[in-house]
């Protein structure tokens, strides 16, 4: 589940997508230039 706050990074174009709302989904996957965005950590 995305998490508010959560940021996530495409590692082809270097997008970055902030959550601003959660989604109440037991699987999120963001896609970006067609492959998963990985989360980004602190």
Do not use: H, R, T
């Amino acid at each position: 589940m995305a998490k508010k706050g959560s940021k996530y990074k495409c590692e082809e174009c270097g997008l970055v997508v902030v959550v601003d709302e959660a989604c109440g989904c037991s699987s999120c996957d963001l896609i970006c230039c067609g492959v998963p965005m990985k989360e980004v950590k602190p």
